[in-house]
Structures are given as structure tokens and as C-alpha cells.
């Protein structure tokens, strides 16, 4: 069965056993949050993160505090801090951050553990590389939409370590059953390490035709390009770079990508 080859592959990209193909990646942010009581606090980034980490905690009653971030990497020290001061229940965060910023997810999830914090990972952006390690969550949620690295432009997935948890997660599932769909899926999966090296080829040149500027974690592992500028004149070079190579770009500050004023050349929408 198609279903039953998709959830064998993410099984082995996750390192989690219990896993769901669901209807989007929105609904399984969802689910994972379904299982915490209203009012409990949630921590989400600052930057870096998704629109729905915002618009699905207060639509289900829960209290958000954002962690402190540096370029998109989660701050420790502030995760240490929020964690001491508060009962909080859940850290939902990206990985890589804003597409673009490896998370130091061994040290988030140890801490969150000392602090029985629920770790709840999205890796619609790291899927396919060593970003998505089920070792360091309890929860991972990811997305198959348009310009995500499985790129169905349908449906999502949740995973878990835990059986038990699983069982509490699948209460509030939305099982994707449309074959069709599913079968795009895992064609795209199929597809994900070519489409990888691609991305990854072009964020390279990219980041060498523009090495005069100041790029925020080279580096790293990322799907896309954040570049600062420091006046008007900056700004307009790397726009006009990005239209004379027909690459797609967005300004920041933006919540999802940085909070800071740069140009995000978004890699992740190229087709190979």
C-alpha cells in the first residue's frame, strides 16, 4: 500500500516508529497542541518560526511566551530562563530556523526534559538531512505544501517517540486517505535527496556571488538566503542580483525568516 510505504520512509527520516500522514502541516501543529489543557504556556520563538505557531495556541487557549533568538538560533540561555520561571508545557520551534539557522536541538531538548517540557519539532525544512533527528522530540510535525522540501503541495505528518503520546496525539488527527495525494507524496519523497543536493547547490553559489555582503549563518545548513544590507544602495544591488537570476525574495524583518531588516532569497520555491 502507498500509505504504508510513506509512513516506512518517514519513519527512517525521523527515527520515530509511530508516525500519521495528515491532511497539512497546520493541523498537524494542531494535534500536537491538542493535547495540552487550555491555558497552559506554550514557548515559541521569536523569529524564526511559522504564522500558525501563533494562530494555533491562541485558537485551542493556550498562553505563548517567545524565546529569545540570535539570527533565528534559539537562545539557550533565555530557553534556560523561561523554562526556570514558568510551567510551561511545550517548545514548538524549526529546524533549521526560519529555513535558514540549525538549531542546537540536543541542548533544547535537554533542557526542556530537566523542565518536563514537552519538545515539539518542526522539520518541514530539515527533512532529508541530519536536522530531523527524532532522538531530540518528543513530537515532530512537518508540512508537504508548496515551496516545503517534500513538495506535494498537500498534506503533513506527525510523529512521536513515545507510543503513549502517540496515542494521545492520533485522538486529534486528520488521517490524509486521498490516493491520489498520497501518491504524490511518496513520488516527492522519492525525490527529496536529489531535490536537497539541488537546493543546497544553488544556496552555495548563491552565497559565493554575494560574498561581499554580510550573509547571516553561511555555513549552515538552510534553504534559503539571508542577507543584510546595510543602506538603500546595498538593498538595491541584491534585489536587482536576485531579479537578473530570477530568484525569489521577500524583505524582512519577517517573523518567519528574521526580525531584522534583510533581503530572504527564498532557494527553497526553485524547481530542478
Known sequence: MIKTEILKILQKLTGHKFVEVVLQGNSAIDSALSIIPKDKIILIPEEGGWIHYHKAPKKLGLKILEVKCDDAKINLNDLKRKLTSNSCDVFL????????????????????????????????????????????????????????????????????????????????????????????????????????????????????????????????????????????????????????????FTECPRYIRLNKPAISIEVKQLQN
Open 93 to 248: 520551534y524549526q529546524n533549521p530556523g526560519g529555513y535558514f539557522a540549525e538549531q542546537p536541538m540536543k541542548e533544547i531538548y535537554e533542557l526542556c526534559q530537566k523542565h518536563n517540557c514537552v519538545v515539539i519539532m518542526d522539520v518541514s525544512g530539515g527533512i532529508g538531512t541530519e536536522l530531523c533527528d527524532g532522538k531530540f522530540a518528543d513530537i515532530i510535525v512537518g508540512s508537504f505544501g508548496e515551496w516545503k522540501l517534500v513538495e506535494a503541495k498537500k498534506g503533513g505528518f506527525i510523529s512521536c517517540q513515545n507510543k503513549g503520546l502517540f496515542d494521545k496525539v492520533k485522538k486529534h488527527t486528520k488521517p490524509l486517505t486521498d490516493g491520489v495525494k498520497l501518491n504524490i507524496i511518496l513520488t516527492k519523497l522519492h525525490e527529496l535527496p536529489e531535490r536537497i543536493k539541488f537546493l543546497l547547490s544553488k544556496r552555495e553559489k548563491i552565497i559565493r556571488d554575494l560574498k561581499e555582503y554580510d550573509i547571516i549563518h553561511p555555513k549552515e545548513k538552510g534553504f534559503v538566503v539571508i542577507v543584510k544590507y546595510k543602506d538603500d544602495t546595498d538593498k538595491s544591488k541584491i534585489i536587482s542580483y536576485c531579479k537578473q537570476n530570477s530568484l525569489p
